[in-house]
């Protein structure tokens, strides 16, 4: 089966700036996560979608940081505006296959600088 | 404190040595254990994963989890240049909860 698809792959953009990330979900996976990777540190989830309602978002930085799949397959997450700190991979994951629902899948990520 | 302590190395071993890599928490509401290994520019893979304490053998990688001192451990044996990544240690609650990761330790097999 096809991974789990994010794009871009690499971002550089200055700070104030507005970036979005797309990712899409490997198919029938209902469950959707983002995390934030900052570089030597482990990812940190931002996000949680169980189809297209929000699961947990408590550590989304919303007043900069805001997500959505609104037919409950793929989903963008954007930043506007960009700070310094925002800089890191941006991973997306999903969930709810067959067989071992727990197992999350992770794609390649993109990775953000902020300038 | 964090909740997951996570030596980040990096550490570097000759090929075919035995790897040990370790993590320790504080939250004993943890119950899945899971190792993750992560390639350069790339994201994580599920390697092991194991629900409560006891040992888990899967290859060339053994998983240990001892809850009493809050501690897990995953061994590489016979370890190849293949095997050069960041590893990460996860934790969960619930197998519907969330992830909590470590820092990750970065692994380099010297040929």
């Known amino acids: 089966e096809a991974g789990v698809a994010q794009s871009p792959r690499y971002k550089i953009i200055e700070k104030r700036q507005s970036v979005a990330f797309w990712c899409n979900p490997i198919?029938?996976?209902?469950?959707l996560y983002w995390y934030q990777q900052i570089l030597g540190q482990g990812p940190k989830l931002l996000i949680q979608?169980?189809?297209?309602?929000?699961?947990?978002d408590s550590q989304l930085p919303k007043d900069r940081f805001s997500a959505e799949r609104l037919k409950g397959v793929d989903s963008t997450l954007k930043i506007q505006p960009a700070k310094l700190e925002d800089s890191a991979m941006y991973l997306c994951?999903?969930?709810?296959?067959?067989?071992?629902?727990?197992?999350?899948?992770f794609g390649p990520g993109t990775r953000l600088t902020v300038t | 404190q964090k909740e997951v302590e996570q030596d980040p190395g990096p550490l570097s071993v000759p090929e075919g040595a035995i790897v040990s890599l370790n993590c320790t928490y504080s939250n004993s509401a943890f119950q899945y254990f899971m190792w993750y290994r992560q390639y350069s520019r790339k994201g994580p893979e599920l390697l092991m994963y194991?629900?409560?304490?006891g040992n888990k053998e899967d290859g060339r990688f053994t998983a240990q989890v001892d809850k009493s001192s809050k501690y897990i451990s995953l061994f590489i044996r016979d370890s190849q240049p293949s095997d050069s990544a960041t590893y990460l240690c996860a934790m969960r609650r619930s197998s519907a909860s969330k992830i909590i990761f470590g820092s990750g330790t970065r692994l380099s097999i010297r040929p």
């Open positions: 979608f169980q189809n297209n309602g929000v699961v947990d």
């Open positions: 194991t629900y409560s304490s």
């Open positions: 994951a999903s969930s709810g296959g067959q067989g071992s629902s727990y197992e999350q899948y």
């Open positions: 198919s029938g996976h209902a469950t």
